[in-house]
């Protein structure tokens, strides 16, 4: 299977996990909100690329089964190519152990209303939450 990477909504109590991107020049959506999740390294699968990711972002080692919705999108880099967007759910006790990594400014738990209609969230990603949260609405 072929894919770019992998991106993910983390929701608890009405808000998602994101992060404030690096404002260095030349970076895409410099300064932008973002979601957990980055780009394939060597054959991982969708699962493990988003696990990894989180892990080396957040601190998080959660097992694939916490994955609980997907979706397959157009790549926001490359539209010719794949990616994936998972959600899942993340408990007070998770959130109070993510250990920030290297990467970005900060973190938050923000609430989806706030992420969905934020003027400096990556736009895309408003999208894709848009449609993972409307989706557990109706569940």
């Not at 970076?27 to 690329?49: I, K, Q, S, V």
């Not at 759910?89 to 738990?109: K, S, V």
């Amino acid at each position: 299977m072929d894919f770019v990477g992998a991106k993910a909504a983390f929701f608890c109590e009405g808000a998602v996990l994101a992060y404030l991107r690096d404002d260095h020049p030349g970076l895409n959506w410099a300064g932008h909100w973002d979601l957990p999740g980055g780009g394939r390294e060597g054959d991982e699968g969708p699962e493990d690329c988003l696990l990894r990711e989180l892990e080396e972002e957040f601190g998080l080692r959660l097992p694939q089964v916490r994955l609980t919705w997907s979706r397959v999108f157009p790549s926001i880099m490359d539209a010719r190519r794949a990616s994936y967007f998972f959600a899942g759910r993340l408990t007070r006790a998770e959130i109070a152990a993510i250990r920030f990594g290297d990467e970005g400014q900060r973190w938050i738990m923000m609430p989806v209303a706030e992420f969905l209609g934020h003027g400096k969230a990556v736009p895309e990603l408003q999208r894709r939450v848009g449609i993972v949260w409307a989706d557990w609405q109706r569940k």
